[in-house]
């Protein structure tokens, strides 16, 4: 059975997508047969995988809201193994249309039952936004990985995201763990970047993952091509540091995910 890993935090700008694009590409270079959905109505993971907006493509939206099979919507990456589910604008009506719904947060997880047997990995990059969306995502997951921008207050950040991963556990998913916080934009260079990493890794200890994603410019360009870091510039620090990634996931896999918050 695969693995659900949701990447989510509350706060914008601190790497979802960009982890979910390249993780993501990083596993299906690690062989894993790897499925990203694009849980996010802004669609950006979609045209980072170089599906550009397309008003008559089926997407995540359909899967919730009409009754669409989730493996009808799957689309090949050009990357072997890659696979996405992809978004759309319409998406954002979505946290109004499941309101009314019967068991409105376990509307995705019970779309990805029928999938999970066919990847080795599913990840899901969630809205910038403790909404339905993400607490779908969150129901539907085994674990999140928290991506956090190294800059002030990222403790606080991580820590409101925790009490609220445990309050999810309490209520609708006793299974979900910390896949990991990942810490993102790191730059050597700087003091700040020093002491984030230092305050995180003193507070959650070995929640944090062993790799960060350093501040890369290639990594910032490759969605603008639609292309992941792997077929934008794969000799890229980001690239190298995604790689990494992909296998402490896969080692997490492997020997039981290490942490609950």
């Not at 990447?7 to 979910?20: D, E, F, L, P, W």
């Not at 193994?81 to 992809?86: A, D, I, Q």
């Amino acid at each position: 059975m695969g693995k659900v890993i949701a990447i989510a935090n509350q706060k914008g700008g601190v790497g979802k997508t960009t982890t979910a694009i390249n993780l993501g590409a990083a596993l299906a270079k690690r062989d894993m047969w790897t499925l990203v959905i694009d849980c996010d109505p802004q669609a950006n993971t979609t045209g980072g995988l170089g599906f550009p907006r397309d008003p008559a493509r089926r997407s995540i939206y359909h899967a919730l809201m009409h009754g669409v099979p989730m493996k009808d919507l799957v689309l090949t990456c050009n990357l072997e193994g890659l696979h996405l589910v992809p978004s759309e604008k319409n998406l954002v009506g979505a946290t109004i249309e499941l309101v009314d719904q019967p068991e409105r947060e376990q509307v995705l997880r019970k779309k990805l039952d029928n999938l999970r047997g066919q990847f080795n990995f599913i990840l899901l990059d969630c809205p910038p936004a403790l909404d339905l969306l993400t607490l779908n995502a969150l129901v539907a997951a085994d674990s999140v990985i928290v991506p956090v921008q190294c800059e002030y207050f990222a403790l606080e950040g991580v820590s409101e995201l925790l009490d609220t991963l445990i309050r999810i556990r309490r209520s609708h998913n006793p299974k979900l763990a910390v896949e990991g916080i990942l810490l993102t934009m790191y730059d050597e260079r700087t003091n700040l970047s020093h002491q984030v990493q230092d305050d995180l890794r003193d507070f959650f200890g070995d929640q944090v993952f062993s790799t960060v994603i350093p501040r890369n410019v290639r990594l910032a360009e490759a969605p603008s091509f639609g292309k992941p870091i792997f077929l934008y510039d794969p000799e890229c620090r980001g690239a190298s540091s995604y790689l990494e990634l992909a296998q402490e996931v896969i080692s997490h896999d492997q020997k039981g995910v290490r942490a609950r918050a």
